[in-house]
Nanobody, 117 residues
């Protein structure tokens, strides 16, 4: 079974870049047809899909976040990462990494990130 674990800073200052990493175990991020995503949930709001990187390295982004979001991967470490530039307090949220392939849907436990000076 695939397991995911988010890591990164819990506090980021406005205008800085937020960087998070998801470490995957129990499966390879290059396994066919898996899509590896970042999803966040701001306080009091619903889940928001931010973007995904596919098993073949292709990337997909939410149109509303595309201009300041980047997702990459390190296949040697079986990790994928999120970079969100020029953050504001509105980027405060719980950030989740997710793996999806057909009926297989796995989530990390989530990491709280607060944007504040």
């Amino acid at each position: 079974q695939v397991q995911l674990q988010e890591s990164g800073p819990g506090l980021v200052k406005p205008s800085q870049t937020l960087s998070l990493t998801c470490t995957v175990s129990g499966g390879s991020i290059t396994t066919s047809y898996y899509y590896w995503s970042w999803i966040r949930q701001p306080p009091g709001k619903g889940l928001e899909w931010m973007g995904s990187i596919a098993y073949d390295g292709s990337t997909y982004y939410s149109p509303s976040l595309k201009s300041h979001t980047s997702i990459s991967r390190d296949t040697s470490k079986n990790q994928f990462s999120l970079q969100l530039t020029s953050v504001t307090p509105e980027d405060t949220a719980i950030y989740y990494c997710n793996a999806l392939r057909g009926w297989d849907n796995y989530w990390g436990q989530g990491i709280q990130v607060t944007v504040s000076s």
